[in-house]
């Protein structure tokens, strides 16, 4: 099932399901065909809120489907998303993800690939629980969806500690997307130098991920905690190592997560 609106306008039904109480989570009910959402607190429908939302809403598929989700976390993760921007907001398996589909950041993850710009970029996993994964940067602040065999990275996050602030980045090779773990030691970033021949004389290498100011944030009582990083800078390579350019980046993972 997918519905389509303005990010402006989802903005603005967030706002009005969360600001009572921030942290509770809440059902959402899509209904097929109409150009409402029905934003209740439990599944059986009491005390139910039916938003009518804006005449260019639309919803496709064939039978209604209810998401959980903290709408609070969810408002503040798409503030990076331009208010007027469209976007197709996807449902499946009860998850949901927000994906805006844009050439120029596709371009290096599809299996034609084609560039001399060979970079690190990071990709949301879609949790088996239902939570909205974002990933973006200065230039282009859109979420991005990636096929990825995931029973290694699968592997690598169950091991992680739920309270220590890890995070995770992509590198590309050919058609593949590798997957290095990283942890956060510091609260503040530090970051790579080059001399004027493009060595690095200061700060961490390659192979490993730039440290930014870590956030952990409990969502859903537990079901699905997330972790991120918040306006951080995200460190982008070359293929031979020799160029970098910080990002701010907003990206997050979910401990024993799936990749769509």
Request: charged share 30%; hydrophobic share 35%; proline share 5%.
């Amino acid at each position: 099932m997918k519905i389509k609106t303005k990010i402006g306008k989802l903005k603005h039904l967030l706002e009005k399901t969360s600001c009572n109480k921030l942290f509770e989570p809440v059902a959402m009910k899509l209904l097929p065909g109409d150009n409402k959402i029905v934003v209740q607190k439990d599944y059986e429908g009491e005390h139910a809120i039916e938003l009518v939302i804006f005449n260019d809403f639309e919803i496709e598929g064939d039978k209604e489907m209810i998401i959980t989700l903290d709408a609070s976390d969810l408002l503040k993760q798409i503030k990076v998303i331009p208010d007027s921007h469209d976007s197709d907001i996807e449902i499946k398996d009860g998850s949901m993800i927000i994906n805006t589909p844009r050439e120029d950041v596709y371009y290096h993850l599809n299996e034609n690939w084609d560039s001399d710009e060979d970079y690190y970029h990071n990709i949301p996993i879609l949790a088996k629980k239902g939570t909205v994964f974002l990933v973006g940067n200065e230039e282009t602040p859109f979420p991005i969806k990636a096929k990825v065999d995931s029973s290694e990275l699968n592997e690598m996050i169950k091991r992680m500690k739920i309270n220590d602030a890890n995070f995770i980045t992509f590198k590309g090779e050919d058609s593949k997307l590798k997957a290095e773990i990283g942890k956060l030691t510091s609260q503040k970033y530090h970051p790579r130098k080059y001399d004027p021949e493009g060595e690095m004389i200061e700060g961490e290498g390659a192979t490993s991920v730039a440290v930014g100011i870590a956030e952990i944030a409990p969502i859903l009582e537990g079901k699905v905690e997330l972790h991120y990083i918040k306006n951080g800078p995200l460190a982008i390579y070359d293929e031979d190592e020799s160029d970098a350019e910080d990002y701010s980046a907003l990206y997050m993972i979910a401990p024993a997560g799936e990749m769509d």
